[in-house]
Every structure is written in C-alpha cells, then in structure tokens.
C-alpha cells in the first residue's frame, strides 16, 4: 500500500459513523461502504482493484454539476486518471438508443477488459452502466457509486441492471453485480424533495416485506426521514442494505425469496409503462402507489386485515407519496391496459401472474396463483372515477 492510499483507509476507518454491510456471494461477494465524505475517500477504497490507474465514469447532467467534481478530486488524490460520460437524466435514458451510444463513447476513450467503470447516480445511471459493464468487451468491473436514496437503499446493490423496452420495464438486462458500492451520505443533501420521498417509498418496502420494527421505525421517524435529517437517512440506508444483502446472498438470481423484492412493482411497473417511461412518474412513486395495491388487495382476497392494509397505507402517505391511483401523478390508468402490462411482468410464468402479497405488514409473500378475472375486477374499482 502507498503513503497516500494508507491515508485514505485510515481515513475511511475514522469517517464518521462509517458502516459496511457485505453482500455474500462467494467469489463475488463486495462491500457497501455507507458514510459521509466518501466521494472524497473514493480514491482510497477503489485504487486496489485498479489493474490501470484510471476509471470510467458515467454519470447523468444533474449529478455531473453537483458531485462529478468531488468525486475526481478524491480519484486524483491517488493519481487515478478520471474519463466521463455524461447522460441526460431521467428514466428515458434507459433505452437501447442511449445503451448503444454509451458503449461507443466508452470504446471511443480506448476502454478495455482491464479498466473499471464507475456509475456516479441514481438507479438509472446504476441500470444502464451495469448492463453496459457486463457488455462491454464480455466484461468489464463496475463500481457502484449511488447519488440518490432510491440507489443507496436498492438499486446499488444486488446486481440487476437493465434497461427498459418498448414493451415493458427493465426487460433487457443482466443479473450482474458490481465489485463494490460506495454510499456517500453527504450526497442525499442535494436531492430534489421528489427525488427523496422516490427513494422512502424502497424504504418502507423493507418494512412491508418482513421487518415490523422496522416498518415501526419508519412510523416513528417520517417527519425526519422527510425532512432528510442524516443521522434518519444512514439508519435507513444501513437497514435498507442490510435486509437487500441479506436476500440477495440467499437467491441471487430470483429463483425465489428475492421476488419479495417486488413487492408493490408488478403493479407500479404496469404504471410505469402506461406512462411511457416518462418524467411524470417517477419509479418510486409508482411503488409507493404499487405497494398500497398490493395491501389493498391482499384485503380484497381476505389474506389480510383492514386494519393492517390501512396501516401500510398510512405509513405510505406519510412520507408523502400517493397511494390512491385516481389521484396518482401522470394519470388516469384504465384497468385493461394496466393489466395487459402486468402480463408482462419478468416473474410471469406460461401466461400465469406472480404477485408479492401480504398476511400482513412484515408478512408478505409470493403468490403463483394470480385469478387474472378477479385481478381485472379489481384493477376495475382502483381506477374507477
Ligand atoms: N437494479 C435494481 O435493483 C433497482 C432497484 C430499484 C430501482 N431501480 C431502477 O432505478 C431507477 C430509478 O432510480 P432513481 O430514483 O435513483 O432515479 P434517477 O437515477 O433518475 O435519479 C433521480 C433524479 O435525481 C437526480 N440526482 C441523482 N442524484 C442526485 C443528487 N445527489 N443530487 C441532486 N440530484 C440528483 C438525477 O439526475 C435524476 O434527475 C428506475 O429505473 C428503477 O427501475 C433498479
Ligand atoms: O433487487 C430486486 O430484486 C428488486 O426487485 C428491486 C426493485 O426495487 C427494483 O425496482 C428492480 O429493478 C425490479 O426488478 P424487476 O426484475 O422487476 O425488473
Ligand atoms: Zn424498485
């Protein structure tokens, strides 16, 4: 190790309130670093994976303003050459159209096998670099580096990456996991208040799936989580890791548990799409909605309690996303054409939906047996004005 990058692990073991959960993947496992200052420290934590001592880094124009300067400055500290693409920002970027024009300018700047790219950004610059990542020359490491709390909490981590098609979402892709992901919390500071309350609706899935205390904790703290108050941010980023880590080490590649993951995204993704991928509506929101529906009709089926769905409904509302999809942004949604996107959905099987349903909050499961008329019936009523 030289001078200069022993001073930046020391520097990382003292940065204040540092937290690392490990993703266990056997030869793949990798590291979430969570603190503050890490844009500053990424030179340090990154310099031993380098073959060659520069990084590619693609990034979209709103975090290129903000925080590309920062996150040079801390490569240049230990001598790593910074190359970029900058993307325009938004959901629309996940598209074949700018998959292809990234791959060329990476190539254009002389990428090769041995160089690492890092994604510097919220979930769609994660999507897109890691499936380019895994494309490009068959293989290339990819370090995730995510800006918005949405990426912190969820995409970063667990490797999937994909763009999305004509047809539906995220349907082009790659289960591909990164080498490793570097959460800096002073970064959550500069988010839209859209952007946050995007990301909180992740947060809360954590709860909804399988942690009551934590769906508690939420309860409890929605004002400050809402208000971006850091020390609520890393506790939620710290917890959020921890339980995606957990499931992903368990089924890396949705065989089975990890489809919990969706929970609320069978029916936000059918949003999504009805949408056009457009900026109207964000994917969190959608989840956010997605996951009351999910309650909803876990109610409508008798699997669970009045009391439990409005709970969860509350606990939705309370972090200031919608839940009802008459009043949701980018609207009206007719039922037909929601769930004849629904039919598409990744975890279909031979025509037959799967859905993540709930007992109950923190007890919610998958579903193989979807009745495709009741659903209607009920897609029906959510969206009836
Ligand atoms: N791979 C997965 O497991 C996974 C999980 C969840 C979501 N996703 C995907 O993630 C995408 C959504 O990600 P997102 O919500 O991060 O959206 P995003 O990447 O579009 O970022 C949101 C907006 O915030 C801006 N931004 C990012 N960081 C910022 C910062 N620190 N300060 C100021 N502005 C900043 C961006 O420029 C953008 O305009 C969706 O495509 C979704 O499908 C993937
Ligand atoms: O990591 C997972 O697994 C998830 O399902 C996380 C979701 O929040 C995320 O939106 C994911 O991209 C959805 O996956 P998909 O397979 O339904 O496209
Ligand atoms: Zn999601």
Not at 105 to 113: K, V
Not at 142 to 159: C, I, K
Request: net charge negative.
């Amino acid at each position: 190790m030289t001078d200069t990058s022993a001073k930046s692990s020391a520097a990382l073991e003292n940065a204040s309130g540092a937290k690392r959960v490990n993703v266990a993947l056997g030869d793949r496992s990798y590291d979430i670093h969570i603190a503050s200052g890490l844009l500053s420290l990424a030179g340090g934590l990154i310099k031993p994976i380098l073959k060659q001592q520069r990084v590619f880094i693609v990034t979209d124009e709103n975090v290129a303003k903000v925080h590309l300067g920062t996150l040079k400055a801390g490569l240049a500290t230990q001598n790593i050459e910074a190359f970029e693409v900058v993307l325009p920002a938004g959901e629309a970027t996940k598209c074949f159209a700018v998959l292809e024009s990234t791959i060329d300018q990476l190539m254009a700047q002389g990428a090769d096998r041995n160089d690492v790219v890092i994604a510097l950004g919220g979930g769609v610059i994660g999507d897109l670099t890691g499936l380019v990542a895994g494309l490009l020359k068959r293989g290339m490491r990819f370090v995730q580096v995510p800006t918005t709390l949405l990426a912190q909490v969820d995409s970063s981590v667990g490797g999937k990456t994909a763009i999305n098609s004509k047809i539906g979402k995220n349907l082009v892709g790659l289960f591909n996991q990164p080498e490793m992901v570097i959460a800096d919390q002073d970064v959550l500071q500069t988010l839209p208040v859209r952007e946050l309350r995007a990301g909180l609706a992740e947060v809360i899935k954590y709860g909804l799936i399988d942690d009551l205390s934590f769906f508690e904790y939420i309860e409890l703290n929605a004002e400050k989580l809402n208000a971006a108050s850091p020390e609520a941010l890393a506790e939620a980023v710290r917890v959020s890791c921890e339980s995606k880590a957990r499931i992903v080490s368990e089924d890396e590649t949705e065989r089975g548990k990890r489809a919990l993951l969706n929970l609320g995204h069978t029916f936000a993704h059918a949003l999504e799409r009805a949408n056009g991928f457009g900026p109207a509506l964000l994917h969190g929101e959608a989840v956010g909605c997605g996951m009351a529906m999910a309650m909803r009709y876990s109610q409508a089926l008798g699997l669970c309690s009045g009391q439990e769905a409005d709970r969860a409904e509350k606990g939705i509302l309370a972090l200031g996303l919608e839940t009802d999809v008459r009043k949701l942004a980018g609207g009206p949604y007719e039922a037909n054409a929601l769930l004849e996107h629904m039919m598409h959905d990744k975890k279909a099987e031979q025509g037959k939906l799967t859905l993540i349903l709930a007992k109950g909050i923190g007890q919610s499961y998958i579903e193989k047996q979807v009745d495709v008329e009741h659903l209607l019936a009920f897609l029906k009523t959510e969206t009836a004005v």
